[in-house]
């Protein structure tokens, strides 16, 4: 078993409502600043920026993205935990599957 640093875990989210808004504020937070990186990275590229800034924005560009993405597979499994209709509907699909079989004594 590896040993992971994990940063978020679903199941120390204090209560179903504070969980699923912190993993939502993760997602978007993401997909921004993978956004931002990619805009930032084309502004220096149309504007010819210096070629001492070049190394920062690359930095920038691709350790931003990665710092801000590092909770997201936590904030996935808090979004999918706290759908109860699929678990249902996964519990009964599966409960479906099972093979009917008679009481071994008879009953």
């Known amino acids: 078993m590896r040993n ?20 939502r ?3 978007i937070t993401a997909v921004l600043s993978v956004i931002v990186a990619a805009a930032c990275c084309i502004c220096a590229i149309i504007d010819h920026a210096p070629l001492a800034a070049a190394p920062l924005v690359a930095l920038m ?28 509907a ?13 009481h071994p004594l008879g009953l």
């Open 61 to 88: 560009c691709i350790a931003g993205p990665m710092f801000a993405v590092r909770e997201v597979p936590g904030a996935l499994a808090e979004l999918r935990m706290n759908n109860p209709d699929k678990a249902l």
């Open 4 to 23: 992971e640093r994990v940063l978020y875990k679903p199941e120390l989210a204090a209560g179903h409502g504070v969980g699923t808004a912190r993993a």
């Open 25 to 27: 504020a993760v997602m």
């Open 90 to 102: 996964r519990f009964r699909r599966r409960l479906a599957e099972l093979p009917e079989t008679e």
